[in-house]
């Protein structure tokens, strides 16, 4: 099924306008896609505000995966500069293919997930950004784990492990089999 339901008016900002001179465009330091190339996007920060594992049930089952890496940028520091028509969006709130913040961000045809939009920052996924050096790489590197109390194995790698959001919530021991996915889908 094609989620297509798109309000206009987002695509005049950013991340997804790339001439607005209300939002100056700023060198591009990174270059970023989706699988099949059809999305491009740049990145103008040396280096994300923060990095994080996040390991709740919603992001196991949109990625598949047992926990999601993701940057938190600033909307103006990231820009589509190819495929704003190949986006499609998916709020996770309504359960529903529409634009509604916060909502994920996917390309239509290849389904590679870009992007965690919310109301004021975006979680963009370092995996898809050419971060080229180590020196680049390490500015990425995740700080801590979110939701680690949902998580489906253990991660042992001396990060801070939050129950929930970082600075919201308790912090977590790297392994304990009483906490171990204990939040059902």
């Known amino acids: 099924m094609e989620h297509t339901h798109v309000e206009v008016s987002h695509l005049q900002r950013p991340p997804y306008s790339s001439e607005d001179s209300n939002y100056p465009i700023a060198q591009p330091l990174y270059t970023g896609a989706c699988f099949c190339g059809a999305v491009v996007f740049t990145v103008s920060r040396q280096a994300p505000l923060d990095a994080r594992f996040c390991h709740c049930t919603t992001c196991q089952t949109l990625h598949a995966a047992p926990f999601q890496w993701a940057a938190i940028f600033e909307k103006t520091d990231v820009r589509f500069v190819q495929g704003t028509a190949e986006l499609v969006y998916w709020s996770s709130r309504k359960k529903s293919g529409e634009y509604s913040l916060p909502c994920k961000v ?66 977590l021991p790297e392994t304990s089999e009483s906490s171990m996915g204990t939040t059902e889908r």
């Open 106 to 171: 996917s390309c239509r045809r290849c389904r590679t997930p870009l992007m965690d939009e919310g109301r004021r920052m975006l979680m963009l996924f370092p995996s898809l950004i050419k971060l080229g050096t180590a020196e680049r790489r390490e500015k990425f590197y995740p700080s801590c784990h979110m939701f680690y109390g949902q998580r489906v194995v253990d991660v042992k790698d001396g990060k801070p492990k939050f129950s929930g959001r970082k600075g919201e919530s308790k912090l």
